[in-house]
T-cell receptor, first 112, second 113 residues
Framework: KQEVTQIPAALSVPEGENLVLNCSFT??????LQWFRQDPGKGLTSLLL?????REQTSGRLNASLDKSSGRSTLYIAASQPGDSATYLC???????????FGKGTSLLVTP | EADIYQTPRYLVIGTGKKITLECSQT?????MYWYQQDPGMELHLIHY???????EKGDLSSESTVSRIRTEHFPLTLESARPSHTSQYLC????????????FGQGTRLTVV
């Protein structure tokens, strides 16, 4: 069974810092990996999707990388802003699965 | 912006009532899902569907049921609500083939009193 782990569980940084969120997984046979953002009490917003054949994806200040062989993905946020404060979730679709497997998320607080 | 909608957004209901949470998507996706999320906790898959007339139970046991009569509609029903059903329910859909990109609704926060 695919296990997805996100480190750290919580992170607080001052505005302007660059930061990295980590995601690891146990089964490298995946179709894709998706990073989501969740604001309190809200649904999930898709940030980036990396297909299994890709190494990274970029959108604005966000860059996500994927290393299937080591079972790792990182989400890099450049020049963080208070509006980036949210929970960030890593999820992936395994070849043997039928739905996304989620990590527990990283709760990010960016202070002004 | 994803075209997947959940209603109601918030619901407070008494114990023993029957409730249906609605989920609709306009993207033509065959695969749809229901996840349950307690505050501050991880998402758990409770139901999914491969398409019309297909429903499957997920990883977390749930007393709810689902139906899939139309591609765009995937409602979740609780026959008799209990306080233990208090949670947030998130509906999602995804493309059937690669890259299996998933889109989520805004969720329904259910409180059973």
């Amino acid at each position: 069974k695919q296990e997805v782990t996100q480190i750290p569980a919580a992170l607080s940084v001052p505005e302007g810092e660059n930061l990295v969120l980590n995601c690891s997984f146990t089964d490298s046979a995946i179709y894709n990996l998706q990073w989501f953002r969740q604001d309190p009490g809200k649904g999930l917003t898709s940030l980036l999707l990396i297909q299994s054949s890709q190494r990274e994806q970029t959108s604005g200040r966000l860059n996500a990388s994927l290393d299937k062989s080591s079972g790792r993905s990182t989400l890099y946020i450049a020049a963080s802003q208070p509006g980036d404060s949210a929970t960030y979730l890593c999820a992936l679709f395994s070849n043997s699965g039928y739905a996304l497997n989620f990590g527990k998320g990283t709760s990010l607080l960016v202070t002004p | 912006e994803a075209d997947i909608y959940q209603t109601p957004r918030y619901l407070v209901i008494g114990t023993g009532k029957k409730i249906t949470l609605e989920c609709s998507q306009t993207m033509g996706h065959d695969k749809m899902y229901w996840y349950q999320q307690d505050p501050g906790m991880e998402l758990h898959l409770i139901h999914y569907s491969y398409g019309v007339n297909s429903t499957e139970k997920g990883d977390l046991s749930s007393e709810s049921t689902v139906s899939r009569i139309r591609t765009e509609h995937f409602p979740l029903t609780l026959e008799s609500a209990r306080p233990s059903h208090t949670s947030q329910y998130l509906c999602a859909s995804s493309t059937t083939g690669v890259p299996y990109e998933a889109f989520f609704g805004q969720g329904t926060r259910l409180t059973v009193v």
